[in-house]
């Protein structure tokens, strides 16, 4: 049977919750029947359901790039804050400069606690505390590591929105000084700093993914009613000249 | 091509080409803003016109304290969730990151005519824009028996700080089933749920250390902010603990006596053994000496938050008469970016944009038990008027309620960034 979407995210905080609601309408690529060759516990094939979590932020597979948060091939072996290109929290880098490499134990640590793991991680996720679904996790990511017996190639997963978002909206270009004069919206509780103290970091997420997320308020998907009035009242331009400046607030 | 704005600036700067920058007060080469106040309104709007200016205006920002207490939270330090220094915050990076030329001293007054501000200690500051964001003053003798002499008795705890310590104390020290009272103000005050916030924290406390203790509300309104949510609240984690008066039963008709620590209600003494005072409430003294009041607060445009009397005064915040937007410091922040963007476009040449307001109001009912309510609104030719807005619901889990709470956290810690960062 499958998993319903009420036991998949039953034990997770609804601040989480709510940004899973999209992602439950996102396009999922068919899972290729070589998982479950390879995986004769299915554990990872497990995993798989585990993993769409992070599906929001993370992408994963053939083609993958990094979305709001790196892409995660080739995860086991690279060094925590190691993909050139990515913004990460200054913690993430101090920590990879202080040698941490990522392996299952510590991919493990960081999954069952990522804030004390790792103090200042823009990662908005609570953590999965249940054994069990980490160990399924792992194993379905490390079919993307080369330490891999049996190297995935999957077509990428990607996380663009399944609702009807117009493809023309994702290509608005937006006016950046525009977004800096709304961003003041946000900033009286999003911070700049990509600090996160109980309300999510926003900054330097690619536009399509700002866009879409700012989208998914507007039309209802995404429940926090906080964000669905201030989404409410802001036009497509309005929202890609908010993930124009947000991408990149420092430039 | 891609210009970036600030380059733009500064090289069309250089090349004098700025769409007619206004003439500053006496030749000045730099215009100048003078801000009063460092509360929500004015930090902000000071931080955000300095930030982006980049120099190009010279900010100044009078305020007295050296250290800004938060009214907002600090229901949460009586109740004993928070400490009082994490309620304070200094002016330093606004003086060191952005250039703001930050004065302690009072305004004392404002000549319009000449553009100036004059200051306690004496000296004058001229201005080309002036922002007033002075917060409120109780009316005194609003609760018969009650003024300024009475406040260590009998604590408002509406301004944050010594006060707010001194009520925390008294309430600690309560006898074993001893009586706060609270006498409520009326309408209009800063924080609309603040004073039932406090009921409830104040609850949460007795709770815990003398839970025989009795808590009575003297209210001169019929409703109150969020009130189906803090009485759901009050009925399942106080049971019988709290006594709300209103004005039906007299809660309008309050006197106090400081001196036999009574509250008489409707005729009716009570002798109690903490009282806190929440006097009705007016804009800022300072409002009213430069002229731009009409009756209790300062009437503005909705569009830039101008004085609906003089152009060149702007005024946020709590002291403003603007329409729908409650008084809070969530409000006072989102005046001060709309304000920001106003004063700099007029004074050199950016890019304004069309007003955008928004306010939340989180409040702490008990230990993860929040609940929030919010707007957006938008300026019309009359005043800020409210488009759509939300309120948490009776009944909710308690996942949504700590998550509620979580978020709280993470507002104070994102206005205090977007304040004093
Ligand atoms: C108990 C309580 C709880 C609250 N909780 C919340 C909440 O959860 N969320 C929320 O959004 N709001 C809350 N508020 C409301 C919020 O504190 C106010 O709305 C906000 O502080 C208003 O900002 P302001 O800039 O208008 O004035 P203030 O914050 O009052 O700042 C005014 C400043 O001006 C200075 N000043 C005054 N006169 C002069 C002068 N003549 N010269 C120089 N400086 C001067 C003062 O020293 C002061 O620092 C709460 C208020 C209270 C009392």
């Known amino acids: ?251 | 091509m891609k210009i970036k704005r600030r380059t733009f600036i500064c090289a069309a700067a250089a090349a004098g080409i700025l769409a007619s920058p206004q003439l500053s007060a006496s030749g000045h080469t730099r215009p100048r803003v003078v801000v009063i106040g460092g509360g929500p309104g004015g930090a902000t709007v000071a931080r955000y016109i300095a930030k982006d200016s980049d120099g190009a205006i010279d900010v100044t920002l009078v305020e007295p304290t050296r250290r800004y207490y938060t009214c907002f939270f600090s229901n949460l330090y009586i109740g004993g969730f928070k400490a009082i220094e994490e309620l304070g915050h200094g002016y330093g990076a606004l003086a060191s990151a952005h250039g703001i030329n930050v004065v302690h001293d009072w305004a004392v007054g404002v000549d319009r005519d000449s553009k100036t501000v004059t200051l306690a200690g004496g000296s004058e500051l001229a201005y080309d824009k002036l922002i007033l964001s002075p917060g409120i003053d109780f009316i005194e003798d609003s609760v018969d028996g009650w003024n300024l002499t009475a406040q260590n008795a009998m604590p408002h705890a509406y301004k944050a700080g010594s006060q707010t310590e001194l009520l925390r104390s008294q309430i600690m020290a309560m006898p074993t089933g001893g009586v706060y009272a609270m006498v409520a103000p009326p309408n209009p005050y800063r924080c609309p749920p603040g004073p039932y916030e406090r009921v409830s924290m104040v609850a949460h406390h007795l709770k815990l250390h003398n839970p025989t203790a009795k808590i009575i509300i003297a209210d001169p309104k019929e409703k109150f902010s969020k009130q189906s949510l803090f009485e759901e609240g009050w009925n399942n984690h106080y049971p019988g603990m709290i006594d709300r008066i209103g004005p039906d039963f007299g809660g309008d008709i309050v006197s106090v006596d400081p001196h036999s620590m009574t509250v008489t209600i409707d005729g009716e003494v009570t002798k109690v053994d903490a009282c806190n005072v929440i006097p009705a409430m007016r804009a800022g003294k300072i409002v009213h000496t430069a002229g731009v009041a009409d009756g209790n607060w300062a009437p503005v445009n909705a569009v830039d938050m101008s004085s609906k009397m003089d152009p060149d005064v702007h005024i946020l915040g709590d002291a403003s008469l603007q329409g729908d937007m409650p008084k809070s410091a969530f409000s006072a922040n989102s005046q001060a970016k709309v304000c920001a963007n106003a004063v700099r476009g007029a004074l050199i040449g950016s890019r304004v944009f069309p007003a955008r307001y928004a306010n939340t109001c989180w409040s702490l009912i008990e230990t993860n038990d929040g609940v929030k309510v919010g707007a957006t609104y938008e300026a019309t030719d009359e005043k800020i008027a409210r488009v759509d807005g939300f309120i948490s619901s009776t009944g909710e889990s308690a996942d949504l309620r700590k998550a509620t709470y979580e978020e709280s956290e993470g507002w104070y810690a994102g206005i205090i960034a977007d304040m004093f960062n």
């Not at chain 1, 899972?31 to 585990?50: C, I």
């Not at chain 1, 929105?161 to 919206?185: N, T």
Request: hydrophobic letters at 35%; proline letters at 5%.
């Open chain 1, 1 to 251: 049977m499958r998993p319903t979407t009420a036991n998949l995210f039953e034990h997770i905080p609804i601040r989480v919750q709510r940004q899973l609601q999209l992602l439950l309408l996102v396009t999922i690529v068919t899972f290729s029947p070589r998982v479950m060759l390879s995986d004769e516990t299915g554990e990872a094939h497990r995993g798989q359901q585990v993993y769409m979590q992070c599906h929001e932020c993370h992408e994963i597979g053939n083609g993958a790039t990094n979305g709001i948060g790196p892409h995660l091939n080739q995860l086991f072996g690279r060094v925590a804050g190691g993909i050139d290109g990515f913004h990460y929290s200054p913690s993430f880098i101090s920590a990879g400069a202080e040698g941490l490499v990522w392996n299952v134990d510590s991919i493990a640590a960081y999954l069952e606690d990522p804030q004390s793991y790792i103090e200042g991680t823009r990662m908005n996720y609570p953590g999965l505390r249940d054994k069990e679904q980490r160990d399924e996790l792992i194993a379905f990511l490390r079919l993307f590591s080369d330490d891999s017996d049996d190297l995935m190639v999957l077509d990428s997963y990607t996380n663009e929105p399944g609702f009807s978002l117009d493809p023309d909206v994702l290509e608005i270009e937006g006016d950046r000084e525009y977004g800096e004069y709304l961003s003041s919206l946000c900033t009286t509780c999003h911070q700049l700093a990509g600090e996160d103290a109980g309300i999510p970091a926003i900054i330097n997420w690619p536009e399509r993914a700002f866009v879409a997320a700012m989208h998914a308020y507007k039309n209802k998907t995404r429940t926090n009613p906080v964000m669905q009035i201030i989404a409410e009242r802001l036009s497509d331009e309005e929202i890609a000249a908010l993930a124009a400046y947000f991408a990149d607030p420092q430039d």
